[in-house]
């Protein structure tokens, strides 16, 4: 797993199990990988899993049941709170960084129009 630099590791591996769960790889009473699995798999310290993985118990997104696991917990309506919540995270994102290139509102949205519209492999590069 590639980790970047300039986000924690441990915020990265929360990211990364909120995207699965918003796109359904991942639901309610889904079992994850145990702490010591997940570091194993992606080669960083336990500590640091430990901590992604009690602040998504603290988000309720998941549940550790002793001695079976940590289970995917979290409810339709907090999952959609989510969703919005990382749609607009990286909407305003996109937007700053367009904003930092020295576009306007109005070419933002004429570039956005244009791209819509565009087979969807350029839309991958």
């Given at each position: 797993?590639?980790f970047d630099?300039?986000?924690?590791?441990?915020?990265?591996?929360?990211?990364?199990?909120?995207?699965?769960?918003?796109?359904?790889?991942?639901?309610?009473?889904?079992?994850?990988?145990?702490?010591?699995?997940?570091?194993?798999?992606?080669?960083?310290?336990?500590?640091?899993?430990?901590?992604?993985?009690?602040?998504?118990?603290?988000l309720k997104?998941?549940?550790?049941?002793?001695?079976?696991?940590?289970?995917?917990?979290?409810?339709?309506?907090?999952?959609?709170?989510?969703?919005?919540?990382?749609?607009?995270?990286?909407?305003?994102?996109?937007?700053?960084?367009?904003?930092?290139l020295g576009?306007?509102?109005?070419?933002?949205?004429?570039?956005?129009?244009?791209?819509?519209?565009?087979?969807?492999?350029?839309?991958?590069?």
């Open positions: 797993m590639d630099s300039a986000q924690p590791i441990y915020r990265q591996i929360i990211d990364e199990f909120k995207k699965k769960m918003i796109r359904g790889e991942l639901s309610a009473g889904d079992r994850i990988p145990s702490q010591r699995e997940y570091a194993e798999y992606a080669r960083i310290n336990p500590n640091t899993v430990q901590r992604a993985y009690r602040e998504m118990e603290a997104m998941v549940e550790t049941l002793r001695g079976q696991g940590t289970y995917v917990s979290i409810s339709p309506e907090d999952l959609e709170q989510m969703r919005e919540e990382m749609a607009r995270s990286s909407i305003d994102n996109f937007l700053g960084d367009m904003r930092a576009y306007d509102g109005e070419e933002i949205m004429k570039m956005l129009r244009e791209r819509q519209f565009e087979p969807k492999e350029d839309k991958d590069r």
